[in-house]
């Protein structure tokens, strides 16, 4: 198992090595179909190239005329079968934070808990692996709040660093019959303001984490940027009467993301490049936004 890992982890990262020439290809192919299109003559740098480009042009279809990224077979499989995800926590978790990731394991469909003991970052990956995992993701907590959420995608990547604040679980609404019991359906996703291309990566990463669900679901998990706060927000809705008369009722748990890195590869990989991470100096820059315009 550990020979086949290296070896997929060895292709992932050739492949991920030919983006820049194929990409470079890419562009060849694009001014000369442009030329051909506008009938002007071949840019100069390109006529030595020209017959050999114009016939693999010729061969290409709407598969094959863009070329694939990593990003491209990170989720190549999302849609073929539903996500299976791992949760754990930090070492010595207080109880705030196991009734917390309770909570979660019911939040992401197909999630399972596992007590984290003694076990090292790098043996709950090869768990998770071996156990056709699709995510893991690790909890942790500054002196019994939660504080940090890590979702590392199986199984070779990406791995996204969030902050967690204004943590309210379910058991700390005082109102407990009018949130009910939380339903085990498959939610709908509504996924607001993530405009930039770093927004569209951390909405992918997130709605990767839930299962396609069925059209008459009556569960909606909204993720809701502003100003690079991801506000987490958990809502059933009911119908009365007829269409126009529809109750909305949150169920808990409520929570912001605060994103601040993302990393191409598992979390275990210290090596593994980084995509994207907050500086210092991002900081000060207050009305700078990463994920939305």
Not at 277 to 284: A, C, E, G, H
Request: hydrophobic share 35%; with cysteine; glycine share 6%.
């Amino acid at each position: 198992m550990l020979r086949r890992n290296i070896r997929m982890r060895r292709e992932y990262l050739y492949r991920k090595s030919l983006e820049g020439k194929e990409r470079l290809l890419y562009e060849k192919k694009r001014k000369i179909r442009e030329a051909l299109q506008e009938g002007k003559p071949i840019p100069t740098e390109l006529r030595n190239e020209e017959a050999a480009l114009r016939r693999e042009i010729d061969l290409e279809d709407e598969n094959t005329a863009v070329p694939r990224t990593h990003i491209d077979d990170e989720y190549a499989y999302a849609g073929e079968k539903d996500p299976k995800i791992l949760l754990t926590t930090s070492r010595d978790p207080s109880a705030p934070l196991q009734q917390f990731v309770k909570e979660l394991s019911i939040v992401f469909p197909n999630a399972k808990r596992m007590n984290r003991g003694g076990q090292v970052i790098s043996e709950i990956i090869e768990f998770g692996r071996s156990h056709d995992c699709t995510d893991v993701i690790l909890v942790h907590e500054h002196r019994g709040v939660p504080n940090g959420l890590i979702v590392s995608h199986l199984p070779y990547g990406p791995t996204a660093y969030f902050g967690l604040h204004n943590v309210v679980a379910r058991h700390e609404i005082k109102d407990r019959k009018a949130i009910g019991t939380m339903p085990e359906a498959y939610p709908h996703l509504i996924l607001d303001n993530f405009s930039t291309k770093l927004g569209e990566r951390a909405a992918n990463i997130l709605k990767h984490l839930f299962p396609v669900p069925k059209p008459d679901t009556k569960r909606i998990v909204t993720f809701s940027n502003q100003s690079d706060y991801i506000s987490f927000r958990h809502h059933i809705y009911e119908r009365h009467g007829g269409p126009k008369s529809i109750e909305m009722k949150e169920i808990g748990p409520r929570f912001e993301l605060r994103l601040y890195q993302i990393k191409l590869g598992t979390v275990e990989q210290a090596e593994a490049q980084i995509e994207w991470v907050i500086r210092p100096y991002m900081n000060t820059s207050r009305k700078r936004k990463f994920l939305s315009d």
